[in-house]
């Protein structure tokens, strides 16, 4: 199979990281891959793994983006790929037009992955297009047909991102050295019960959230940590000094650490008690969820969305109703006391098993 994927740009995220292990999968399996998007600093692990990029830049959010089309087409029509695979709304625009008026026996099969649970529009709606409109999970799906009832229910394929279990490895424990820089630069995090909120500095991860329920533990759990670890969002910077102020306000300084944006997400779940996850919306899945469970640190979420499929596959004990920070410190005061069931080995979201679903879609259309 000769496969494009093409995405804004190839920088950082889910959807970037998605179309990389795709790719590898691709390669792996003798295919020909290809990605299309702005750039970016994953580039060159792309093209090292054995994929060819194009620089097209079809996300700009701009009416100059579709003067891409016809060039993008010719373009189409000279690589003959097998199969387009697009994740964006935008560049879903310009790929749709351009395969428009292609003839239909040089067209390749349109695949569209559906990442997220964007506002319900027209514009939204092209992620629906595809031949197959890959869903990245249940909740993901019902929302595809409870807002584009349109969409043929036989198009839709359930693949659920998965993750690599040799990295994020049952009782991963960190180095000595690492312990030794982590206890270094944050001495106070040394032997506390730590209760972590991983994610952008966001109103939508629920932050205040977050202090309001460490605020109620700090009584129960004497030596509580709070760890708040990432960076503010683009242009958000004013919502971090926020936060600090909250902070201040529940005289939580001396049980709360910012730790700003790490590399090493995965050390710091490794010395976390418990990982919250009270995102303010449904999320089309949760990541930040999967990633300590699989490593077998429990975590305490909001019961909704791709968030509460996790808990219910992996740990039921986790899930409280959402927005309810009483009973999410419950939860985690149950943890501390060794009431909740271990958590289950994660068997079903492998990374193995979303590139192999994934590429059987691709050969599926091409039957």
């Known amino acids: ?23 590898d999968a691709l390669v792996q399996a003798g295919h020909d891959s290809h990605v299309a998007s702005a750039g970016g600093r994953l580039v060159s692990d792309l093209v090292s793994a054995g994929s060819a990029h194009h620089t097209w830049n079809l ?50 099969h349109l695949i569209t992955t559906v990442h997220g649970l964007n506002s319900v529009s027209r514009y939204s709606q092209i992620l629906t297009r595809g031949e197959r409109v890959i869903a990245v999970s ?27 279990p040799d990295y994020w490895q049952r009782g ?22 730590t209760i972590t909120l991983p994610g952008r500095l966001s109103r939508l991860k629920g932050h205040e959230d977050f202090l309001t329920i460490v605020e109620r533990l700090r009584a129960e759990i004497p030596g509580l940590l709070g760890l708040i670890v990432g960076g503010a969002a683009e242009g958000k910077a004013h919502y971090e000094q926020e936060l600090r102020n909250l902070v201040r306000q529940k005289n939580l ?34 990541r930040t969820v999967l990633e300590p469970l699989a490593m077998g640190t429990p975590v305490v979420g909001y019961n909704r969305g791709g968030v509460g499929e996790i808990l219910e596959a992996l ?49 599926e259309v091409l039957s």
Not at 4 to 16: C, H, I, K, T, Y
Not at 85 to 100: D, E, F, G, Y
Not at 259 to 285: C, H, M, N, W
């Open 1 to 23: 199979m000769k496969v494009l994927q093409v995405l804004p740009a190839l920088d950082s995220g889910g959807v970037e990281r998605g179309t990389l292990e795709i790719a």
């Open 59 to 108: 996300g700009g959010k701009s009416p100059a983006t579709l003067l891409q089309v016809r060039p993008f087409r010719r373009w189409l029509a000279s690589e003959h790929f097998d199969i387009v695979h697009v994740r964006s709304r935008l560049p879903a625009w310009v790929v749709w037009q351009a395969l428009k008026k292609l003839p239909s026996r040089s067209r390749p």
């Open 138 to 164: 249940q909740t993901c799906r019902q929302y595809i047909l409870d807002n584009y009832p349109d969409t043929p229910e036989q198009r839709l394929r359930v693949i659920p991102r998965g993750i690599d």
């Open 172 to 193: 991963y424990r960190p180095s000595e050295d690492w312990l030794e820089a982590w206890y270094s630069e944050f001495p106070e995090a040394r032997d506390r019960f």
């Open 253 to 286: 300084e001396s049980t709360v650490i910012f730790t700003g944006p790490r590399q090493d997400i995965r050390d710091i779940y490794a010395v976390s008690d418990v990982v919250l996850s009270l995102s303010t919306k449904p999320e089309s899945f949760g």
């Open 315 to 363: 740990y039921p004990d986790g899930a409280v109703p959402a927005t309810d920070t009483m009973a999410a410190a419950r939860a985690v005061l149950a943890v501390k006391a060794g009431q909740t069931m271990a958590v289950r080995p994660n068997q079903q979201f492998l990374l193995q098993t979303m590139q192999a679903q994934t590429l059987a879609v691709y050969r």
